[in-house]
């Protein structure tokens, strides 16, 4: 791509573990970095929710301005300075910058945030959960609570 030729990106992607978007837009990234190496490297970061928050609160009072305003669940900025947005504003990004469209069904995004999040819990071994299942007008949904055995032991 000529619009490419004296452009570099190095685009950091932060994001909940459970956050659909988060994947889509780890999804782009690995494409774009894969395809174009010499103008594209990628940082990608995944929190819990608790953790996400940290570094959210982190990230704006470093980085102020636009970084300030943020409340999505999925951040992505490039250089270290410039603000991308939540995942809807890195896909106008993606187009602009590198004609790129996902065509990839949501879904697909959906699965790998719940299967990573079931990954996560069943292989920590420094953490301990809880399982709840709670049942709203015949809606059943698991409810993962973490314990922070090291704050709280018994």
């Known amino acids: 791509m000529e619009a490419l030729a004296n452009k570099f990106y190095n685009i950091t992607l932060a994001g909940k573990i459970t956050d659909a978007a988060f994947y889509k837009a780890k999804s782009c990234l690995k494409y774009l970095e894969q395809e174009y190496p010499k103008h594209v490297k990628v940082e990608i970061i995944c929190f819990f929710e608790t953790q996400w928050e940290e570094y959210l609160k982190r990230i704006q009072n470093e980085k102020k301005g636009v970084f300030f ?20 504003a890195f896909t106008d990004f993606v187009l602009n910058e590198f004609r790129y469209i996902d065509k990839s069904s949501p879904i697909i995004y959906r699965k790998q945030a719940t299967d990573a999040m079931k990954k996560m819990v069943e292989k920590s071994t420094l953490r301990q959960y809880v399982f709840m299942d ?3 007008n015949g809606m059943t949904q698991k409810v993962v609570i973490e314990l922070f055995t090291e704050y709280a032991p018994k």
Do not use: A, P, R
Request: no cysteine; aromatic share 14%.
């Open 69 to 88: 305003m943020h409340k999505g669940s999925t951040i992505l900025f490039y250089n270290d300075t410039n603000y991308i947005g939540d995942g809807d």
């Open 134 to 136: 709670v049942s709203i």
